[in-house]
């Protein structure tokens, strides 16, 4: 599985996670690169008590830059760092913890930073979530119209 966005394009995938998701986040990392999905981890490198928005700020910030395309960022709940990503101009975070949100999130809110909580959710269910947001394309027509909207609100746009 290659991640791709709308138009097949092969794409980076910008991963980071504070000490609370430390260990889903290695997980899903392992599983990415197992199906050939490139990744670029942003930290952290072990479990030890870290900030959540260090780590939001550099996927976004790398996002920003084009240096990669999308995010998933971790923490014991996900809310953190969704809180923390959508202080960025152009993100579009989105916390989910069901396979249909992140399918919906992609498809509706062209989310660009998918959000999980390592307190939430298992290994599994995770998996099954980054691979549903992956697979999914925006749907664009009138979920657009609500993007510009939502992005209009942005004192920096």
């Not at 992956?134 to 510009?148: V, W």
Request: aromatic share 6%.
């Amino acid at each position: 599985m290659s991640a791709h966005v709308g138009n097949d394009e092969t794409i980076i995938v910008a991963i980071a996670s504070d000490h609370g998701g430390f260990i889903l986040k290695s997980a899903l990392s392992k599983y990415l690169k197992a199906k050939g999905v490139s990744i670029s981890d942003f930290g952290v490198s072990e479990p030890v008590r870290c900030d959540y928005p260090d780590y939001a700020h550099k996927v976004c910030q790398a996002i920003q830059e084009g240096d990669v395309s999308i995010g998933i960022l971790v923490c014991g709940t996900g809310v953190g760092m969704s809180m923390t990503a959508n202080k960025h101009q152009g993100i579009r975070a989105a916390v989910v913890s069901d396979v249909f949100s992140a399918r919906a999130t992609k498809q509706h809110n062209n989310a660009n930073v998918l959000c999980l909580g390592e307190r939430v959710l298992g290994v599994g269910l995770a998996q099954e979530i980054v691979d549903a947001w992956l697979e999914s394309d925006f749907e664009g027509g009138r979920h657009q119209a609500r993007i510009d909207k939502l992005m209009s609100w942005d004192p920096e746009s």
